[in-house]
Every structure is written in structure tokens, then in C-alpha cells.
């Protein structure tokens, strides 16, 4: 065992989340798991209870379950159960739809809600791509124009034209945390309204949605609130805003009364709101499942060591990479890191056929065109053996490369 090694098994044995890992399927010991920031880890639990909603409520209560299994309000009651993870009193959350979709019904929102004479939307210009797609077309359904923005410049393009802004909480590629209280802050000094996208914080760190005002949010449950592959995301929409909320996907799931069967759309209040059709409920109740593994956990313990893993992997590969090879793209600031650390390879090394060979090796990262290499650290699972081990892995493949 070298000096690493053995901070790494201390460290480990001093981590209060560590057996939180015995919750989840990662039974290999082969296997490190860095790409929870993009599909998290099944909870062992999980297969048991969706086996139930299929065999008994589905196959046995059929119809009955909508009431009886608490199908309908499945997805007012999950959000409600998300809501303490970033930040938002009950009544707020809603689940359902993809984040896509959910991102749409926000930045349409908040349009609605700002005067006409307000002719911009403010996008993060490193944004996942999903996000300006949509906002672009938002834009033009509202009579507005995007404007691309790099987070730091938002203060400054801020003002008088301003609708919304929407910004990511974390970068996917970079994994930079934005400064979200600052930001919004900044945006209502400017009488516009904040939109975030929390895919990459939500369950990863505290957000503090009601804290900082925050006006609309959207997340997805895939990654860090382990709720499998497309797992409906969330929709959070101020309780000041709620009442004059215009969706513009008013399905019959958000009328205030659905089984009146009425031509007239009249929209439920709170959260419901966000709601449009049937429930994916196989998915949904996953997630649901899924979400039992935060019993006694706060995100702040999880924020916590989050960035002691973070911090102990960029240790680990300026120690075990040979000098030159990576640069981290990772902010080392803590209060501008997020959950993962993203090293772009450097002198021309091919990173996708690095990230092949880590997984060949049993790391499992990601690679994101060009040259980025992505590692995500989930702290419910991930330990700090496993940072030791993924960076020493880096340090022998580079070494070869
Ligand atoms: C920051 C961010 N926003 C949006 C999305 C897209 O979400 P969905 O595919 O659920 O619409 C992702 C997916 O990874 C993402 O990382």
C-alpha cells in the first residue's frame, strides 16, 4: 500500500455514508462507478417494489390502482418528496415528462409572466444543448429573441429587455458549479425572472430553490437521485408565480377537475399545474422507490463529501498522471465545483479511446467530444478507494498511451 492508499482506506473507514453503498447494486468489486452524473446506480430495493407495481397494482388492482396504489397523485407526492433535496418547501415539485419538455414549460412560463416590452431570453451559453434548442423555440412562441450568455457576463447583459434567464446550476462538461443565488439575485435587481437547470446538482449538492428565490426549476432523476434510465424529471415553479402560471402544455391532467370531461380548460392550482397526461407510472414509481435510499441522509453531508472526493482525486491523478498528459477543466474553488471533475487530455491524446480502455480496466467514466474525459462522484456509493483507484488506472493507461 503506497501513502494514498492508505488516506484512502482511513478515509473510507472514517465516511459516515459509506454504508450507504451496501444499498446499491455495485456488488463488483471489479467495477468503480464514475458516471452516476449521467445514469446512476440501481438501488438494490428497487426491482422488488417495480415487480410489485406490475404484478399487484397493475396486473391484479388493474384499473382500482389510479386510486387505490395512488397512481394520480404519484406525481404531486414525488415531487413533494423531492423538494427538501433542493431546496423547496412542499407543493412546489411536480414529476412527470422529461426535462426537455420541462424546461419548455418553464421558460414559456416565465415569458408569460414578464411584460411584453421585455423582448430577451438569457441563456447560459455553455448550456446543454437541449436547453437553448428549446428556450430558442420558447422564444419565438413568446415574441422574444434568445441571447446567448456566458454565466459570468449575465450580470452585465442583464436589464430593461430582459424576460428570464436560463442558466444551469452545474456544467455537464465541466462540471463548473454557477453561481445560483448571485445570478438570480441579479436577475429580479433586473426585473427579469430566473430559470435553473438542476440536472447535475439536484441530489449532489444543496440548491436552495426557496432560499434564493429561484422563480422556475427543472431537473431530471436519472443521475443523481438514482431513478433509472428515463426517469420522469421535475418541474418547480414558485409558490408566488403558481396562480398565474400559464402552461403552455395545458393537458387534461392539470385541470382542476380532469374527470369533468369539460371543452373548457380550466388549470388546477399548485404544482398540479405542471402536470399535461397520463403519468408514466412504471418509471415514475422506480423513482419513487429509488428515493428511499436518502432516508436519514441530508445533501449536505453528501455536499460535504462530495468535494472531499473530488479534492482527493485531482490529488490522486497529479500524483499518478505523468505531468502534461490531463488539465483539469474542474474549477478547484469549492464553491464553484460540482460533483464531478472533467480532465481534458492533453497533447492530442485520442480521450475516447482513454475512456475505452479505463472501462476496459473496470473505470467507468464518460468522454465528451472533443478531449474530455468525465468522472462523476455520487457520495452514496462512491468511495474514496475508488478515487485512489480511477486516477492510478488514468496514470497506467496515459502511461501506455
Ligand atoms: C443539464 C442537462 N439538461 C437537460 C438534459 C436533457 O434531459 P432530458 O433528456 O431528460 O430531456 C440533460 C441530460 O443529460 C442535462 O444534463
Redesign the pocket.
Known sequence: MNDLQRRAAALDSADPLAKHRELFALDDTETVYLDGN?LGALPRHVPERVADVITRQWGELRIRSWDESGWWTAPERIGDRIAPLVGAAAGQVVVGD????N?FKAVVGAARLAPESRDEILVDAST?P??GYIADSAARMTGRRVVPVAPADLPAALGARTAAVLV?HVD?RTGRRHDLAGLTAAAHQAGALAVW?L??SAGALPVGLDEHGVDFAVG?TY?YLNGGPGSP?FLYVAERHQAAFDSPLPGWNSHTDPFGMTPGYAPADGAARGRVGTPDILSMLALEAALDVWEGVGVEDVREKSLALTDFFLECVETYVPEGRVASVTPTAHEERGSQVSLRCEDGTDASAVMRELIARGVVGDFRRPDVLRFGFTPLYVGFADAERAARVLGEVLAGA
Open positions: 449521467s422529461s426535462t426537455s419538455v424546461i446543454f437541449t436547453d444551469n455537464y437547470d440536472c447535475h431530471c443521475k424529471a
